[in-house]
C-alpha cells in the first residue's frame, strides 16, 4: 500500500526549515552608486609584495613536440600584484575576468602568453609589477621499449612569469615526473637480483633573461630526469617489454644522490637555464620510509 505525503507547497516548506523573506534595503543596488573600499586613499602603513587569488582551476590549451601535440588540459592557477600602502586593497575580480577574456581568444598557454599575461594584469591593477603561475597535467605519448605498442603518459608541469615595471620579466619552469631506480648496494651485496623503487623526479629551472628558448622545454626537462634514472615507466609493457625494462634497470643503479647529480650535469649543459633545483624522492620498496636529496645551483 503506497504511503501518502500531504507536503505543502516548496516555498511553504522552506519556511518550515528556516528561510524567510527577503529584506528591503537601503543601499544601492547599481555599481556606480556602490562604496568602493579597496579604493580609499589613506595611509595603510606597509607595502604589499603579492595580493591576489591562487588555486584557480581552468582549461587550458598547450603545445607539445610530442604527441599529441596540441591538447586540452586544466591549468591551476594563482594571479598577484603588488599593492602600494596608499591603497587598501585591489579589485580582485579583474584578476579572473582577464582570464575568461584571454580564455575567449582561444589562448595557448606558453611563457611568450605568459608575459604578455603578466604585463596586461599589473597594467589593469594599475600595479608596477605582477606574478601569474599556472601547473598543469602533460601528456605524451610513449611507446614500449620491444613491441613498440603506444600508450599515453604524463608529467606535471609548472610555470611562472613575474613582471616588473622597471626591470621586465623573470621565468622559471619545471616539472614533476616518475621513473624506476634499482638500488646499487642491493646490487652489489646480493647474490641475485636487486630491489627496486619508484623515484620522483622534481625540476625547477630559472630562465636567462635574453635565453634562446628550445622549441618545447618539457621535453628537454623529461629527458634530463629520464636518462639519468635505472629507467623509464611506461604506459603500455607486455612481456618483451617487461624483460628489456628490468634487464635496463639491473644495468643503470641509481641512488638519489646519483639521480640528481646526474640531472643536474644535463641542466648545467642547457644554455637556457640560469639556476636550478632538483629534489629526488624514491619510494623505497623494502623500507617504510622514502630516500630524498636536494641540490640547489646557480650558474653565476
Not at 528561510?19 to 537601503?26: R, W
Not at 602603513?45 to 603579492?50: A, E
Not at 638519489?256 to 639556476?275: G, N, Q
Request: some cysteine; overall charge negative; proline content about 5%.
Amino acid at each position: 500500500m503506497k504511503h501518502e505525503l500531504h507536503l505543502p507547497a516548496k516555498p511553504e516548506r522552506h519556511r518550515r526549515f528556516g528561510s524567510v523573506e527577503a529584506i528591503k534595503g537601503t543601499k544601492p543596488t547599481d555599481k556606480e552608486n556602490m562604496s568602493d573600499l579597496q579604493n580609499m586613499p589613506n595611509d595603510y602603513f606597509f607595502n604589499i609584495d603579492h595580493v591576489g587569488v591562487s588555486n584557480v582551476s581552468h582549461p587550458i590549451q598547450i603545445e607539445s613536440s610530442a604527441i599529441p601535440h596540441t591538447q586540452t588540459t586544466i591549468g591551476s592557477f594563482s594571479f598577484t600584484t603588488n599593492l602600494d600602502k596608499s591603497r587598501k586593497g585591489i579589485n580582485m575580480s579583474r584578476l579572473t575576468e582577464q582570464l575568461q577574456r584571454y580564455h575567449e581568444k582561444n589562448w595557448t598557454v606558453d611563457l611568450n602568453t605568459l608575459k604578455d599575461f603578466t604585463k596586461e594584469l599589473a597594467d589593469n591593477m594599475e600595479q608596477q609589477s605582477a606574478s601569474v603561475s599556472v601547473s598543469f597535467p602533460w601528456y605524451f605519448q610513449r611507446r614500449s621499449p620491444e613491441t613498440e605498442l603506444p600508450g599515453l603518459m604524463h608529467a606535471d608541469i609548472h610555470m611562472k612569469v613575474s613582471y616588473k615595471e622597471n626591470t621586465g620579466w623573470a621565468q622559471t619552469v619545471g616539472m614533476t615526473s616518475h621513473v624506476t631506480t634499482l638500488c646499487p648496494c642491493s646490487k652489489e651485496i646480493s647474490e641475485y637480483s636487486a630491489h627496486n623503487q619508484r623515484g620522483i623526479i622534481s625540476i625547477t629551472a630559472h630562465i636567462h633573461d635574453k635565453a634562446e628558448m628550445p622549441d618545447d622545454f618539457k621535453t628537454e626537462l623529461l629527458a634530463a630526469a629520464e636518462t639519468n634514472a635505472s629507467a623509464k615507466l611506461h604506459p603500455v609493457l607486455k612481456r618483451p617489454d617487461e624483460k628489456r625494462v628490468t634487464e635496463q634497470a639491473y644495468e643503470n643503479p641509481r641512488f638519489v644522490e646519483d639521480i640528481i647529480r646526474l640531472t643536474a650535469a644535463d641542466l648545467y649543459e642547457m644554455d637556457w637555464i640560469s639556476a636550478f633545483d632538483i629534489e629526488c624522492r624514491n619510494e623505497e620498496s623494502i623500507h617504510m620510509h622514502d630516500a630524498v636529496a636536494r641540490l640547489s645551483f646557480s650558474k653565476s
